[in-house]
């Protein structure tokens, strides 16, 4: 049956898509894949989940999933790859909902999504090239926040370079220990 458009402004995926296989996904989003649990109170918001952007997270109910229904599909989409789970593919920076329904159409749940740069992949890369740095990488508001200590201005400079390299809104709350 494929990819069902809901009315307005909303982008909706039924549960009897095709289901998604790796050689039909978008060449980033099969690089890294996630897989997280989600446990959905009385259609309340389950959690907050943060996507990197261009890759994907699969997510797996308890309950069956009739229909997937992203708050802002510039942002990010969802496709369901099962009766009870779907993936969320990180489009571009921000932040939109994800609304699950039963395949009787009742509200199961919703979910936040934000889609952030690679923090993981950023953290490693800094961790690789002052190893005697102390950051701690976190994306906050859609931005990416730089905390903890660098020994040295060098080092400074050069955890500030490597950030910037994925995307220039980057918060500097590092401190120097050294001179």
Known sequence: MGWRPCLGSHA???????????ERLPAAAQDAPQERS??????????????????FLTA??????????????????????????FYI???????????????????VGMLEVEVNGDTPDLAESIREAIPKANVRVESVNGRTRLSGAVPDAIALRRVLEIAAQYGDNVVNALRVTGG
């Open 12 to 22: 909706c995926a039924r549960r009897r898509a095709p289901a998604a296989h790796p």
């Open 38 to 55: 989600i446990a959905f109170s009385r259609g309340r918001v389950a959690t907050e989940i943060q996507v990197p952007r261009g890759q």
């Open 60 to 85: 797996r109910t308890a309950s069956d999933i009739g229909r997937v229904v992203v708050g802002d599909p510039a942002i990010a989409s969802a496709v369901p790859t099962n009766t009870r789970s």
């Open 89 to 107: 593919l990180g489009r571009t920076l921000g932040r939109t909902n994800v609304a699950i329904h039963d395949p009787n159409d009742t509200l």
